[in-house]
């Protein structure tokens, strides 16, 4: 039967393709500025850990002994060395990692390499298995390579493609400030969207190039980006062991909410300690969020994002207003076609699913042309000199929900004229045929 009211609709359309045409364009139009922005959206606030980002946590302590606090009582957001290795070095998580963002001058030892400028993390062995990252070749080090200083690296895929032509580089070496390190493990692609083990080096930057141990990064005395607050003396070295400055990024995973709970008291204890010794001024204050609850708290996704989103949304509701008055106006010229299968026993119930038949069928034709739109407007965001210009993608998921919304849509609007068509009264049409 519905096969039947498809192809009314189909005969329907073609009678009147002025109409169909533009409730087409409405549909599409509305779908393909709602969806261009919603996939924008999706990949800016999505979980870059499924499953796993509400068991990392990002560890906050309030060890700053000068200026005010701040008016939300907010600790710093950064980590001193001192705590960072305090807290690494008890290792009261099921696995943790300090960590900061740098860039180093880096070549081969190929006798003609010029040397280029790449990003890196400098953090403890535990970065990897914590925020899995995938590997093409080899690992990340160990521990004792912590302790050590070992010269041991991981490169990315793209840098190990550039050097080496994508091979497995392991045993190979570069010269990363003048000194070898030697290569341990070789990654594979990836690109955590939002950047959220370290949101200050970029919310939306893409992954370092080179890997190494903070402790080796420390001996190399490589730089760093990022940011530093300092309260006290330094003795001109900001970033010494005993240095008011807080600069280093810290996170733990925990498997349970019990953990997470003792953990929480952990800190607080910690806290006291530090100040009983005189490093902390203030009450305990630490802060523990997981990986949602740390962008959130951020804000991570640029607000002109979100503003775009509700005027698409908005922009879409204009569109089904529209599509609802041209389909009023189809069912208007259609009342006497209606008045006759009245007449020959057609129910008001069969009318209405033969409307809503119709506007389906139109609505499938609006989210094909929705789909074109929304692939273009993608298109348009990539050229844009934004970091998540390259994330705004449309994939196998959101095509679907592109199809789903536009039948959706479409069939909304055609609730009141399908409605309208079955209340058409036969008698009336029939005398004036």
Known sequence: MWLHYLELGWRATRSHKALSLLIVLAIGMGIGASMTTLTVFRALSGDPLPG??????????????????APDNEPVALATRFDAEALLRERRGDRQAMMVGGAALLATEAADARPELVTTRHTSADFFAMFEVPFAFGSGWSGEDDQREARVAVISSELN???????????????????PLTIVGVLAPWRPAPHFYDIITGR????????????????????????????GETNGDSR????????????????????EADYRRYLANYSEQQR????????ANPRLRNVMDWLAFNRVVPGDVKLQLWLSFGFLLVCLTNTVGLLLATSL??????????ALGATRGAIFAQFLAQA?????????????????????????????????????TMLLVTLAA????????????????CRVMPALHLKTQ
């Open 52 to 69: 796993k980002s509400e068991r990392l946590f990002y560890v906050q302590l309030d060890a700053q002994t000068r200026g005010r606090p």
């Open 406 to 421: 536009s039948l959706a849509a479409s069939l909304l609007a055609g609730l009141l004229p399908a409605w309208h068509a």
């Open 276 to 283: 009983a010794a005189g490093r902390f001024d203030r009450p």
């Open 161 to 179: 493609q550039r050097l080496f032509g994508g091979a497995d580089s392991r045993g190979r070496r570069l010269l990363v400030a003048g000194q």
């Open 360 to 396: 389906g069928g139109l609505g499938l034709a609006g989210g094909a042309v929705g789909l074109a739109l929304a692939a273009l407007g993608l298109w348009a965001v990539r050229l844009n000199p934004v970091a998540y210009a390259d994330l705004a993608r449309l994939d196998g």
């Open 333 to 342: 010229r259609r009342a006497p076609e209606i008045g006759v299968r009245r």
């Open 204 to 231: 939306y930057a893409q992954a370092e190039q080179l890997y190494l141990p903070f402790s080796t990064a420390l001996a190399l005395k490589l730089g760093f980006n990022g940011s530093m607050r300092c309260w």
């Open 240 to 259: 010494g062991l005993n240095a008011a400055c807080a600069w280093l990024q810290y996170w733990v995973e925990l498997g349970t909410p019990q953990k």
